[in-house]
């Protein structure tokens, strides 16, 4: 598994983007990246995934640098319900299906 | 659609009881995952099941702790007997395609366990 690095903690205002950097230098080329974020008090949430090309959903947009040794997660316009912690992953190409969670960026999105 | 069920959502304890967490997962799915999570060591993979049958329990963390899954709709996590540094949130969590990427995994509520 790639070992990913997030910043502890970040603060961003509401109605604005929020930006979640995550470096995984180590990523191999068929490596997914991954995002879940957690609201308090509940079971971790599945945002996003990519692997070479940008990505978008409902919930947010994922830019993978042309290397893949960092991607940023997009929340394009931050609402209160968007603080949570997010995890970046990189599971691995071992096809073994798990993720293991580092200790995430804590986004509080402030009014 | 019903997602991950787990149960009880909470439990209090006396030290040296069994304690039985139980899950439901999300049917059709045939990854099954166990997480721990404690503000000192964050969220903990247990152990993994792959058809029922356990792949990977390597974080279960001592002989105290053991899990099962007789059929495709349940599995248990049991700890006997508990001690107080067993209180954390227990989190079940399934997946639709196992060892496939990308999976993507559903987790439940949790169980958040306390011993006292």
């Known amino acids: 598994d790639a070992k990913t690095t997030q910043p502890t903690s970040m603060d961003c205002a509401e109605g604005r983007a929020a930006n979640l950097p995550c470096n995984h230098s180590?990523?191999?080329?068929?490596?997914?990246v991954y995002w879940y974020r957690q609201i308090h008090s509940q079971g971790p949430q599945y945002i996003i995934h990519?692997?070479?090309n940008n990505e978008t959903n409902e919930m947010a947009s994922l830019i993978i640098t042309e290397d893949r040794k960092s991607s940023t997660l997009i929340l394009p316009h931050a609402t209160l319900r968007d603080t949570a912690v997010y995890y970046c992953?990189?599971?691995?190409?071992?096809?073994?299906?798990?993720?293991?969670f580092g200790q995430g960026t804590t986004l509080q999105v402030k009014p | 659609d019903a997602g991950v069920i787990q149960s009880p959502r909470h439990e209090v304890t006396e030290m040296g009881q069994e304690v039985t967490l139980r899950c439901k997962p999300i049917?059709?799915?045939?990854?099954l995952f166990w997480y721990r999570q404690t503000m000192m060591r964050g969220l903990e993979l247990l152990i993994y099941?792959?058809?029922?049958?356990?792949?990977?329990d390597s974080g279960m963390p001592e002989d105290r702790f053991s899990a099962k899954m007789p059929n495709a709709s349940f599995s248990t996590l049991k700890i006997q007997p508990s001690e107080p540094r067993d209180s954390a949130v227990y989190f079940c969590?399934?997946?639709?395609?196992?060892?496939?990427?990308?999976?993507?995994?559903?987790f439940g509520e949790g169980s958040w366990l306390t011993v006292v």
């Open positions: 969590a399934s997946s639709t395609r196992p060892g496939q990427p990308p999976d993507t995994i559903y």
């Open positions: 180590t990523i191999s080329g068929n490596e997914y």
């Open positions: 990519g692997l070479k």
């Open positions: 992953i990189a599971p691995g190409s071992s096809n073994t299906g798990k993720l293991i």
């Open positions: 049917s059709g799915h045939n990854s």
């Open positions: 099941f792959n058809n029922n049958v356990p792949i990977d």
